[in-house]
């Protein structure tokens, strides 16, 4: 399922320079030169999708923390995906457990490279401030 519905999406949007595939079969997706989002087929109607987004803040890490904790919670402000710690890196990972048509891959995958945006710039913005 997973590698129909990007190779439709490479030639919707004209991404053919910007994906790649792993031997395991992870797809990479490059947007920008500092967003690239990972998709991994689970099982047949299974799909995760993951984003490393930016370095946690080191000043006012707490305050920082409580940020995202409080963003994680009932997933309103990261559009049902997670935001977690991998390392010093600040992830936001998505497990979409429907069976999905093509459209619906689209929007959703849409939806998750928005926050991950989103999110990256308001790493970025704390950490600067």
Known sequence: MLKRF??????DLD????????????FSLHFEPQLDVTLKEVSDSKLCLRASLALVPKKDRA???????????????????????????????????????????RDCLEEFVNYAEAWREETVNFGNR
Not at 15 to 26: K, T
Not at 78 to 85: D, E, F, I, K, S
């Open 6 to 11: 990007i190779e439709q999406l490479t030639k």
């Open 15 to 26: 991404l053919e320079d910007s994906v790649s595939v792993d031997q395991a079969g992870v």
């Open 63 to 105: 305050e920082f923390l409580e940020r995202v904790m409080g963003a994680n919670l009932f997933g309103k402000e990261t559009g049902r995906a997670v935001l977690g710690m991998e390392k010093e890196s600040l992830i936001l990972k998505q497990f979409v457990l429907d069976d999905l048509n093509y459209g619906q891959f």
